[in-house]
């Protein structure tokens, strides 16, 4: 079946833009993550959905960071007044419940300029 | 506080010579350790966890918890294993949310 799909594959924006990245995991995946990795950096974790509800933002670096899933399926990561330290590739995974296997998405690399 | 640490971002052997990717952790519980792998122009996939003791493309790797290690092993390295490794953990406290190393790249020579 299809795996995790996020759009767009690149993103480049100006300093001070807003962005919306989108994540669309495996149909029937009750828990979906979103994780920032940095250059030569491995991945860090953002925020974890469960359903509808964000379960742990405790990753989210600021304010500026927002995610939503509303109905359960499809993620959208908002990024406000982006700053040229956001540049990073930003993955979605999902897993069946949240305590198995997370499968990962392609990611959105994101440039800020 | 969890942390994960890979002391080599680089490491290099020759096809047919064994391979010892390490892996380092700290975690005030009982974290559950993985070996996810990211092969050229591919997604990020895992590789093996610990509790599932299995062996995945000759690879394995046994939790020690006395020197809260989790090194990835191979006694003899194929070209295709050429990719980039993270090591990760996730607490059995709370959905597993995971904390990974910053990863090495491991290249087998011919």
């Known amino acids: 079946g299809a795996g995790v799909s996020q759009t767009p594959s690149n993103k480049v924006t100006e300093k001070g833009k807003y962005v919306e990245l989108r994540c669309d995991p495996i149909?029937?995946?009750?828990?979906l993550y979103w994780y920032r990795q940095s250059l030569g950096q491995g991945p860090e974790f953002l925020i974890y959905?469960?359903?509808?509800?964000?379960?742990?933002d405790s990753g989210l670096p600021n304010d500026r960071f927002f995610a939503v899933r509303p109905e359960g399926s499809v993620s959208t990561l908002k990024i406000q007044r982006t700053e040229r330290g956001d540049s990073a590739v930003y993955l979605c995974a999902s897993s069946p419940t949240g305590y198995d296997e997370q499968y990962f998405g392609p990611g959105t690399r994101l440039t800020v300029t | 506080a969890q942390r994960v640490t890979q002391p080599e971002k680089l490491l290099s052997v020759f096809k047919g010579a064994p391979v010892e990717l390490k892996c380092n952790y700290s975690y005030s519980g009982s974290p559950e350790l993985f070996w996810y792998v990211q092969y050229s122009r591919q997604r990020l996939q895992l590789l093996l966890r610990?509790?599932s003791r299995e062996s995945i493309k000759g690879f394995t790797a046994d939790l020690n918890k006395g020197e809260t290690s989790f090194h990835l092993k191979k006694p003899f390295a194929q070209e295709e294993d050429s990719a980039m490794y993270y090591c990760?953990?996730?607490?059995?406290?709370?959905?597993?949310?995971?904390?990974f190393g910053q990863g090495t790249r491991l290249t087998i020579n011919p």
């Open positions: 990760a953990l996730s607490g059995f406290e709370g959905a597993q949310k995971l904390v």
């Open positions: 610990h509790i």
């Open positions: 959905f469960q359903g509808t509800g964000a379960a742990d």
């Open positions: 149909s029937g995946h009750t828990a």
